[in-house]
């Protein structure tokens, strides 16, 4: 497990004041799981965006645009819950390769990307090692405006991260001929 936290240079700000131009860099979280099955399985399951709402805590649904799927490039919309609140959000496929890995951008408020989500899949025993990655790429104010609520954003994150691993290998338990 990694999570870093955001370093605050020269910031004589305290964590709940207004930042001018926050620095998320250090905003990053990994959380590794294994799973029963085969790393192309494991992929083909997260790749299928529309799959994500029976595992995550916070996705409400996903689906690709124009009859798309999971190659670089390719656009999905989704629909997220968190704290009572909910939200549509435009995502973009960064990278897919089968079996080894997911990754893809969601836009923010002045679309562009700010936060990348990434699925890693390595072989590992009879099962497959699969990694999720959360990162904050830009600030941006559907985020939060301080360093304290993305300290939170990043704190509910990495507890829906861990959450949604923890379905996602049960479901795949569950269901070994799905």
């Known amino acids: 497990m990694s999570t870093t936290l955001p370093?605050?240079?020269?910031?004589?700000?305290?964590?709940?004041?207004?930042?001018?131009?926050?620095?998320v860099s250090g905003y990053s979280i990994t959380r590794p799981a294994w799973v029963a099955t085969a790393s192309k399985r494991a992929y083909d399951l997260l790749?299928?965006?529309?799959n994500i709402a029976l595992w995550s805590p916070n996705a409400i649904r996903a689906q690709y645009e124009d009859g798309s799927g999971p190659w670089a490039g390719a656009w999905f919309t989704g629909r997220n819950r968190r704290e009572g609140t909910e939200w549509d959000s435009r995502s973009?496929?960064?990278?897919?390769?089968?079996?080894?890995?997911?990754?893809?951008?969601?836009l923010g408020s002045v679309p562009v990307p700010i936060v990348r989500w990434r699925w890693t899949f390595t072989p590992y025993g009879q099962g497959t090692r699969s990694a999720h990655t959360w990162q904050l790429l830009e600030a941006d104010p559907v985020l939060g405006t301080t360093y304290a609520e993305l300290d939170a954003l990043r704190d509910q994150t990495a507890a829906s991260m861990e959450d949604t691993l923890v379905a996602l290998a049960g479901w795949i338990a569950d269901n070994p001929a799905a």
């Open 47 to 50: 790749s299928t965006v529309s």
């Open 7 to 23: 370093e605050k240079p020269g910031s004589p700000e305290s964590p709940g004041s207004p930042a001018k131009s926050l620095d």
């Open 92 to 106: 973009q496929v960064q990278k897919a390769e089968r079996g080894a890995e997911f990754t893809y951008t969601v």
